[in-house]
C-alpha cells in the first residue's frame, strides 16, 4: 500500500519498515543495502576531526530559498566548515507528526539529500520517530555532523586581537525577514528570499588564501549581532562596525525599518563573519569574490581594545551607538 499521510503506526513495528523502506531509505540512502545496523562505523581518518549537532523547527517547513530539509543540512554542515572542517558525515534523526503529507516529507528529505550530494557528505546513519497530531508541526529534524579538520588551521571564537578586520561573507538579514514575510503573510517584504546554502566553499577558499585566519562564525539566530558580541566577550575586546559598510538588502532594510528590528538581529543562514589580520584583509576578500556565495563580501569593522559595550555601531551621521544580542523572543522558529 502506497503511504499518503503519516499514521502513527509508521513509528514502529511494521509500520516503521514501511514508511523506512517506502520513503526514507529511497531518498535518504539510496544505496542503502538492507542492513538495520544500530550505528555506522566510519574511518576517522588522520588528524583533528570536528563534530557537532543542531535541531531545527523552523515555522513554515517550506520559505522563499528553501525547506527545513535543505535548512537542516546547511546548518550543520555550515558549523563544521566554519571550525576548518571539511564535512564528511551526516546523521539525521526525524520527529514526523501524524498526518503529514507523505509528498511534502519526500520533498524535504530530497532537499536535505542534495544539499549533502553537493558538499560529498555521506548520510551516515538516522533515526525516526512518529508522534500524534499536534504534537510535532509537520516535521522536526536534528543533524549531527562529523568533518576532517585542515592541518594547520585553529580557530575560536577567542582569538580576535586588537586591530584585526572583521569581514561579512555576504548581505544580511534575508533568512530572517523571508521567514517572517511567509509567516505573517507581509506583502511588502515578500521578495525577500532566504540565503540558505552550504558554505563550505568560501570558508574553504578563505582559510586557503588565509591559514592565519582568526575566527569564522556563521551568523544564524541572533544574527551578526550576537556571533559578533560574542566573539567580543570571547577574545576580551571590543568589536566596532561601520553602518554604511554593512550589506543590508533594501528589502531587509526596509522591513526592520517597518517593524523595528535591527538588521543586525536578523538571522542569516548563508552568511558568515570572520576575524583577519589586518593586513590579511584584501587577500581574504579576494579569495571570498571568488566563491559565488560570498561575492558580496565586504570589510565591515575592526577590532579595538576593550571599552565599554563589547560591538558597537558607528551611524551615517558619526554618532556611535552599542549593539546587543537581540531576545530570544524576537523571532522564534527561525531555524
Known sequence: ??????????????????????IIFPVLASDHTGAFEDAAVISPGCGKIAFTTDSFVVNPLEFPGGDIGKLAACGTINDLAMMGAVPTHLAVSLILEEDLDAGLLRKILKSLKDMCALTNVAISCGDTKVVEKGKADGIFITTAGIGSVHEGINLSAGFARKNDTIIISGPVGLHGIAILAQRKNLGFASSAVSDCAPLHEPAL??????PETRVMRDAT??????????????????????????????????????????PLQIANEGTFAAVVPSDMAQK???????????????????????GRFPLVLETEVGGTRPVEIPPGRLLPRIC
Open 205 to 210: 577558499a578563505l582559510l586557503e588564501a588565509v
Open 1 to 22: 500500500m502506497t503511504i499518503d499521510r503519516i499514521e502513527l503506526s509508521h513509528g514502529s513495528g511494521k509500520g516503521l519498515q514501511e514508511l523506512l523502506g517506502e
Open 221 to 262: 539566530r541572533g544574527g551578526c549581532a550576537t556571533v559578533l558580541n560574542e566573539i567580543a566577550a570571547d577574545s576580551g575586546v571590543t568589536i566596532r562596525l561601520k553602518k554604511t559598510d554593512i550589506p543590508v538588502p533594501q528589502v531587509v532594510e526596509s522591513a526592520c525599518a517597518f517593524l523595528g528590528f535591527d
Open 284 to 306: 581574504a576578500l579576494e579569495a571570498l569574490y571568488s566563491c559565488p556565495q560570498s561575492k558580496n563580501a565586504a570589510i565591515i569593522g575592526k577590532v579595538e581594545n576593550k
